[in-house]
């Protein structure tokens, strides 16, 4: 079973270009969670799996605590991997094709207001040149809307000052151009001019964000940096990267920013993923309402 995970892996990295997040959260699902139940069960083989078994298997992930989703998303990486074994004659046939996979429950993504942004992106100490090279993350991943994985892969040279733009290499090896304000270019600017110059000491690396020992910065390092920030602005709940591009999101649309120039810059295939952050705050629901109805301020009796 391991042999034929490793192949539908190796599919997924060189002919899908799917992003390194994918192929690990695939082999996560599979090998943690379904190749266990195959074990407990004593199956021990992709092709003695039925519809009866695959059942059994929701039943054990429901069993085990966990959410919809989670449930949706580990049967959809199972399925997936069948289509392309049967696909490509590894497995008779691909018996899992009509399981259904479950309603996923609507959830809004998780965002931080205005002020609370703010309030984390201020948080490094600017007298340092790692204070410096983490305001100049904070301010990018929010200004741009950036993935954690688009942020560190980025080289010095997708960069320019000038007009304020960014060349992002996004899922499925997709570029793009995003934006950023003045005030995230003035503080890469600063960055790059002096933080990175004594990161890299010697040496002469691409990456624009660098590490103390002058490599390129990794995806958890970020992670870890953001949350400790967050914990350091005495911000309660838990905080990571992608919370950022979901207030970037969500701030344009509360500012009054099309949906479609917001797909453009997060970099979604399909408007409906875009579509997910048309929550807006009570606030600005409010604000809307009361500019926009002609009777909003009218007194009882007036004519």
Not at 41 to 63: F, P
Not at 97 to 122: N, Y
Not at 283 to 299: C, D, G, N, S, T
Request: aromatic content about 8%; glycine content about 6%.
């Amino acid at each position: 079973m391991e042999e034929l995970l490793q192949k539908y892996l190796r599919y997924l990295e060189i002919e899908r270009n799917a992003s390194r997040y994918t192929v690990r959260n695939y082999t996560s699902d599979i090998r943690d969670s379904f190749f266990k139940f195959l074990k407990s069960e004593g199956i021990a083989s992709l092709a003695e799996v039925d519809r009866l078994a695959l059942r059994r298997y929701l039943g054990w992930l429901a069993e085990a605590g966990y959410a919809r989703s989670s449930v949706s998303r580990k049967l959809s990486a199972v399925r997936s991997m069948y289509r392309y074994l049967a696909w490509e004659r590894d497995i008779p046939d691909n018996t899992l094709a009509k399981v259904s996979l479950p309603k996923r429950e609507k959830r809004l993504p998780p965002f931080l207001t205005q002020s609370e942004t703010l309030r984390l992106i201020e948080a490094p100490s600017l007298d340092t040149p790692l204070g410096l090279r983490d305001r100049a993350i904070l301010e990018l991943l929010y200004a741009a809307g950036m993935r954690v994985g688009e942020i560190t892969g980025l080289n010095v040279r997708d960069i320019n000052l000038k007009s304020r733009e960014v060349l992002v290499l996004g899922k499925g090896s997709k570029e793009r151009q995003v934006l950023m304000g003045k005030t995230a270019a003035a503080f890469l600017e600063r960055y790059m001019r002096s933080a990175r110059r004594k990161l890299m000491g010697k040496r002469r690396p691409d990456a624009l964000f660098l590490n103390r020992r002058g490599g390129r910065l990794t995806d958890r390092s970020v992670q870890l940096l953001v949350n400790r920030y967050a914990r350091g602005a005495g911000m309660q709940k838990s905080i990571h990267p992608h919370m950022l591009r979901h207030s970037f999101a969500t701030h344009m649309l509360d500012g009054g920013a099309d949906l479609r120039v917001i797909q453009e810059l997060l970099g979604h295939a399909s408007l409906a993923t875009t579509q997910t952050y048309t929550h807006v705050t009570q606030k600005q629901i409010r604000k809307v309402y009361l500019e926009a109805h002609p009777r909003a301020h009218m007194k009882g009796g007036e004519k």
